[in-house]
Nanobody
Framework: VQLQASGGGLVQAGGSVTLTCSASGRTFETYAVNWLRQAPGKEREVVAA????????YYPDSVKGRFTISRDKAKNTVFLQMGSLQPRDAAVYYC???????????????????WGQGTQVTVSS
């Protein structure tokens, strides 16, 4: 599976942007997908996750109510809608996928099977 993250760019504070994670090579409908971000000097953190079936999602408090993750299995795509963006949200955003691991939450930051290349989101104040 190859993942392609896209949709980043420059957005004004308070604005919105939607990131897209497209899979090719084979279907990744059995994989949980996480969106992570990494800002300079900071650790990479999970900002949204969706389980393989698409019926469960997770958000940390830092983005809850502002970010929405969804998946379109028919299109082999996962989206991250980000709203009310603030300068603290500026980072490189990655999508990552992994199969279900017994005992590991689908939103847990850790080992992934596949990564997208990252897309930069810059938020101007």
């Amino acid at each position: 599976v190859q993942l392609q993250a896209s949709g980043g760019g420059l957005v004004q504070a308070g604005g919105s942007v939607t990131l897209t994670c497209s899979a090719s090579g084979r279907t990744f409908e059995t994989y949980a997908v996480n969106w992570l971000r990494q800002a300079p000097g900071k650790e990479r953190e999970v900002v949204a996750a969706i389980n393989w079936d698409g019926d469960r999602t997770y958000y940390p408090d830092s983005v809850k109510g502002r970010f929405t993750i969804s998946r379109d299995k028919a299109k082999n795509t996962v989206f991250l809608q980000m709203g009310s963006l603030q300068p603290r949200d500026a980072a490189v955003y990655y999508c990552a996928a992994r199969t279900t691991i017994p005992g590991v939450a689908y939103w847990a930051n850790g080992k992934y099977d596949y990564w997208g290349q990252g897309t930069q989101v810059t938020v101007s104040s």
